[in-house]
C-alpha cells in the first residue's frame, strides 16, 4: 500500500506541473496581448494608481494609463501628498 500511495502523490505532483506549465503559458500569451496593446497606446489619460510591486503584497505608487494601464511614470512627492491627501 506504501508504493500506491507513492505512485498517487508522483501522479499527483505530476498533474499539478502541468497545471503550472498551462497557466504560465497562459501567463506569457496574456503578457505578450498587453505589450501589443501598450505598444499601440499614447498614454493620453493618466492618473496616479497602487499597483503591485513584484509578487509580495507591496505596492508602489505610479503614474498609470488609463486606457492600457501601462506604469507610465513616477509621481513627484507633490502628487503623492495630494494622492494620499495629506
Ligand atoms: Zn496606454
Known amino acids: 500500500m ?6 498517487n502523490k508522483l501522479l499527483e505532483a505530476m498533474r499539478a506541473n ?4 498551462k497557466l504560465l503559458d497562459q501567463k506569457s500569451k ?3 496581448e498587453l505589450r501589443k496593446i501598450r505598444a499601440n497606446c ?4 493618466r492618473s496616479i494608481k ?9 505596492t ?3 503614474w498609470v494609463c ?5 506604469l507610465v ?3 513627484t512627492q507633490f502628487e503623492m501628498d495630494k494622492f494620499f491627501n495629506k
Open 60 to 62: 508602489d505608487t505610479r
Open 73 to 75: 511614470g513616477y509621481p
Open 30 to 32: 496574456i503578457e505578450s
Open 18 to 21: 502541468r497545471k503550472v506549465e
Open 50 to 58: 497602487q499597483v503591485p510591486r513584484g509578487e509580495g503584497m507591496l
Open 42 to 45: 499614447n498614454h493620453t489619460q
Open 66 to 70: 488609463d486606457d492600457c494601464r501601462a
Open 2 to 7: 506504501v508504493e500506491v500511495s507513492y505512485v
